[in-house]
């Protein structure tokens, strides 16, 4: 079968409702010849003659009676889909987001953002999961729905990507370490035994990068998988962490942290999702929430 020209319900709707070829031509913007041979063609596609005349009038055929209501309503239907999405009454969305982040994102920011979300849009749900790699894959098939992390490369190029927050490495250490007594040298700070944070286990990071040239090196006696965890093993022992400032921003008392004595780059933390969401205004909402959060 040929596919049929999807124009033509447009006018069959506007002929039945009108039930006159020159007020139905006057609300399509067309001329009374033009929606006359509309019709004409609506009279062969359909296989009825739709409207006939009834003194000086048209009257519509069974047939159109039984098309009408359910013509109307399938324009309407393709009018909803082919209109731009309308903001959405964030009251009534019922939606699960999935979010992959660091455990100290989900510290410092985590609830604040899960208050501001339940105050503006009840029934959405945000589910956390742990961020173990900068791999894409999981944005990509809509396993994660948005994702905060500093960029790698193995981050997709299709990815979409915002700035949330500059962010500087620190020292930390319990209360009462040696390190806590006065200000911390390069000597002083190399000459302590470190907690190495990588996901895969490698104890060169950032902090080497810089110390490396600089002929320094730091003796690490552990290495564990998240700064978090790096914090917790600080405040128990006399090992030093090297975290990201926002890091400490819940730090209880016991603890100590101190700017280091070398100059290590500042870092970006992003938002990142995938280009199939951006439009969602559900999504575009959420992220605006983060964004603000963040910036507070």
């Given at each position: ?23 139905a031509a ?142 500087r490495f ?89 700017a280091l ?36």
């Amino acid at each position: 079968m040929s596919r049929p020209d999807l124009n033509l319900l447009v006018t069959l709707d506007a002929l039945l409702t009108e039930g006159n070829v020159a007020r139905a031509a006057k609300r399509l913007h067309l001329s009374p010849s033009a929606m006359s041979r509309a019709l004409a063609r609506l009279r062969e596609t359909v296989g009825d003659p739709l409207l006939v005349r009834a003194g000086r009038g048209l009257v519509p055929t069974p047939r159109a009676l039984e098309l009408r209501e359910r013509v109307g309503q399938l324009v309407h239907e393709t009018e909803a889909v082919l209109r731009p999405a309308q903001a959405p009454d964030l009251a009534q969305v019922e939606r699960t987001f999935t979010l992959r982040t660091s455990d100290g994102f989900v510290e410092t920011f985590g609830p604040t953002l899960i208050e501001r979300v339940a105050a503006e849009a009840p029934g959405v749900r945000l589910r956390f999961v742990q961020k173990t790699d900068k791999d894409s894959t999981p944005l990509r098939d809509g396993a994660v729905d948005l994702e905060t992390g500093v960029l790698g490369p193995a981050m997709g190029p299709e990815v979409r990507v915002q700035a949330l927050l500059r962010d500087r490495f620190v020292g930390v250490v319990r209360a009462g370490h040696p390190l806590a007594a006065a200000r911390v040298t390069t000597r002083r700070y190399t000459a302590g035994r470190h907690i190495a944070v990588s996901r895969r286990g490698l104890e060169q990071g950032p902090i080497e990068q810089v110390m490396g040239p600089l002929g320094l090196q730091r003796d690490i006696a552990t290495t564990v998988g998240g700064f978090a965890t790096a914090l917790a093993l600080a405040r128990a022992t006399d090992l030093i962490a090297t975290v990201p400032e926002r890091h400490t921003a819940g730090l209880r008392a016991g603890m100590h942290c101190f700017a280091l004595p070398m100059a290590v780059p500042p870092i970006t933390v992003s938002l990142l999702w995938h280009p199939r969401l951006h439009a969602d205004p559900v999504h575009r909402w959420l992220r605006g929430v983060v964004l603000e959060v963040c910036a507070e």
